[in-house]
């Protein structure tokens, strides 16, 4: 299994602001993943980030709104930028593990709220 | 386009008592992989199995078993002998393409609850 260590686990902000969120995987890794679980609903895949490269988005969501860090084989940040109300969800970092790739581990992941 | 529905919402039985979960999923390809997740009331994600769509052979893990079925594009999980531990939200998942896992399609999920 891998250990992925997110932070923060939680946080309440205004709205406007900015968060950031940290990802710590025990072992290098070259692709890192980000999901949203907006409240009830399913993960949904916001971006893909490369070490080396700039993250890929998927449809919905943008490097403006979501901009994505990847420092080195280990590490990764997801900022919530100009938050709203409808950005609280919780939000997961994941990696793939397994002699095929075949594992998907996820973070303990952060929930926000957005007041 | 790629697609998993789990119809059900919510899932309510009492200990020992058996459950099945139903995952139904939508691809064009022939080449895929499915997956089941456990997210228990902590919240984090645990991986359970993953299935590629040339092994249509059933799993059994312990209380687990997965039944595979191409022909009705189905996929779904039981638990036997349920216990209150099981309660958790489960998510059955897809992804496309071979030998990569990288981009998972959910279902929406269904919430298990054992009552003791």
């Known amino acids: 299994s891998a250990v992925i260590s997110q932070k923060p686990s939680r946080d309440i902000c205004q709205r406007g602001t900015s968060l950031t969120i940290q990802c710590q995987v025990d072992?290098?890794?070259?692709?890192m993943f980000w999901y949203r679980q907006q409240p009830g609903q399913s993960l949904t895949l916001i971006a893909t980030?490369?070490?080396?490269?700039?993250?890929?988005?998927e449809s919905g969501f943008v490097i403006d709104k979501f901009p994505i860090s990847r420092p080195n084989l280990t590490f990764s940040t997801l900022t919530v930028s100009n938050m709203s109300p409808e950005d609280s969800s919780i939000y997961l970092c994941s990696v793939i593990r397994g002699l095929g790739g075949e594992k998907l581990f996820f973070g303990s992941g952060t929930q926000l709220s957005v007041l | 386009a790629q697609k998993v529905t789990q119809a059900q919402t919510e899932i309510s039985v009492v200990e020992k008592e058996d459950v099945t979960l139903d995952c139904v999923y939508e691809?064009?390809?022939?080449?895929?992989?499915l997956f089941w997740y456990k997210q228990p009331p902590s919240g984090e994600l645990v991986f359970l199995i993953r299935?590629?769509?040339?092994?249509?052979q059933n799993e059994i893990s312990g209380r687990y078993s997965w039944n595979f079925q191409k022909s009705t594009s189905s996929f779904n999980f039981t638990i036997t002998a349920s216990q209150v531990v099981d309660s958790a939200v489960y998510f059955c998942?897809?992804?496309?393409?071979?030998?990569?896992?990288?981009?998972?399609?959910f279902g929406t999920g269904t919430r298990l609850q054992v009552f003791p």
């Open positions: 998942a897809l992804s496309e393409g071979a030998g990569n896992t990288d981009k998972l399609i």
């Open positions: 299935r590629n769509s040339f092994d249509e």
């Open positions: 980030a490369n070490q080396g490269s700039e993250a890929t988005y």
């Open positions: 691809t064009r390809d022939t080449t895929y992989y």
């Open positions: 072992s290098q890794v070259t692709m």
